[in-house]
């Protein structure tokens, strides 16, 4: 009787134990695991994220780019005129641009400096005069009431019509000196263009010196396309170099260059 009823006992011991196996699945180490970092609150991450983190630090405090800065100043302009600015300035190396703007209905000016450290655009500070704040140039921007009135801005000569002592600039370009009242010009044209180094009678080969080097950096740099016409000058013996064109109404002139050749790297940047 008492084996009987033993083993009736152990029957039911082992249904019961099977039922409970059948519930209840074997939790896998994976998934122990997981449940553990997320009961404490841990975050899995990359072991580089620290380092990309850093990197997203160092991107937020780095300066603007040219393109950035010149983006910011055109959204400064109030103004009805097309706004006119250039892609790239020459700046020396650790040096930041920025600016200061004055717009009207019918026209704008900007003056461009270059800083040592970061000064927003339109900051008083720029009114100081600092030995660490130069001026790079100016622009200045305006429309006119008819293309006509536009043009009369423009002094253009087809100077192989004008005539004088001919002068080979190389690249089969060919200049025009003319003389008077001690200075001395020679000038070519580039399509729409009229260009001109100026220099003085006792130095007549720093004109021709300057305006060789200007006709080949030309060659490989385009200057933007006038309509209808532009006109630069160049001085070899001083700082009196500026540039003006028209865009239809618009007449655009940039000038307090520092150097001829920032003034070409200026105006072959715009578009």
Same mark, same amino acid.
């Given at each position: ?50 380092t990309?983190?850093?990197k ?10 040219q ?13 009805? +005129? ?7 300035? @020459? ?25 040592k ?11 100081e ?16 009431s ?8 423009i002094?253009f ?6 005539? *004088? ?8 370009i060919? *200049? ?14 580039? *399509? ?15 004109g ?9 950096y ?5 200057? @933007? ?24 109404r ?6 307090? +260059? ?6 070409l790297?200026?105006i +072959?940047?715009?578009?």
């Amino acid at each position: 009787m008492k084996k009987r009823v033993y083993g009736s006992l152990l029957i039911f011991l082992l249904v019961v134990l099977s039922a409970c196996s059948a519930d209840h699945e074997p939790v896998k180490e994976s998934q122990i695991d997981a449940e553990t970092s997320a009961d404490q609150g841990e975050v899995k991450t990359k072991p580089d994220d620290k380092t990309t983190g850093d990197k997203i630090e160092d991107r937020k405090a780095e300066p603007l780019t040219q393109q950035e800065v010149l983006s910011a100043i055109a959204d400064e302009l109030q103004t009805n +005129v097309e706004k006119i600015l250039p892609n790239h300035l @020459p700046l020396e190396k650790g040096q930041h641009l920025t600016a200061k703007t004055e717009s009207r209905q019918n026209e704008y000016f900007i003056d461009f400096y270059s800083t040592k450290d970061l000064i927003p655009i339109n900051n008083e500070i720029l009114k100081e005069e600092r030995p660490d704040i130069k001026k790079i140039a100016n622009l200045k921007v305006e429309i006119y009431s008819s293309e006509k009135e536009a043009d009369e801005t423009i002094e253009f000569e087809d100077y192989s019509k004008v005539g *004088g002592q001919k002068v080979d600039l190389g690249f089969e370009i060919t *200049g025009y000196q003319d003389a008077g009242v001690g200075n001395l010009w020679t000038s070519w044209n580039e *399509g729409r263009w009229a260009l001109a180094t100026h220099t003085s009678i006792q130095q007549p080969e720093q004109g021709v010196d300057l305006a060789k080097q200007s006709v080949k950096y030309l060659e490989e740099h385009t200057l @933007p396309i006038p309509k209808m016409y532009g006109l630069i000058r160049l001085d070899a013996t001083g700082d009196s170099h500026y540039a003006i064109w028209t865009k239809g109404r618009v007449v655009v002139e940039v000038t307090e +260059v520092s150097s001829a050749q920032n003034l070409l790297e200026t105006i +072959v940047s715009f578009e």
